[in-house]
């Protein structure tokens, strides 16, 4: 029964540092998360624009939300590779409706 219990508290320990260990060495991104709320201010924007626009306003659209992804990406590229001690950082989740 102590094998059992010691086993539980290891496996228990392992598993909460593999939660906590990426929250620790991950950025905050300041810029990276300025650039993803102006993007979905942009998109947002776009949305709201007439539709007169010679499909220009579609494509801007499109290519937002390129660029939404991307920088999402980015975000969570780093999130995963960075070495850097920073509190609390927040992945971004890919294909979230409004960009958001």
Avoid: W, Y
């Avoid at 590779?81 to 609390?88: D, F, G, I, L």
């Amino acid at each position: 029964m102590k094998t059992f219990t010691k086993c539980s508290g290891i496996l228990a320990l392992t598993l909460l540092g593999a939660f906590i260990t990426p929250s620790l060495v991950a950025e905050n991104q300041p810029h990276m998360r300025a650039a993803l709320e102006h993007l979905q201010a942009a998109k947002a924007e776009l949305e709201a624009a007439e539709h007169d626009k010679g499909g220009h306003r579609a494509k801007a659209q499109q290519l937002t939300q390129e660029a939404i992804e991307q920088v999402k990406a980015g975000i969570n590229f780093d999130n995963k590779h960075s070495q850097t001690h920073s509190p609390s950082p927040k992945p971004v989740a890919s294909g979230q409706a409004n960009g958001k």
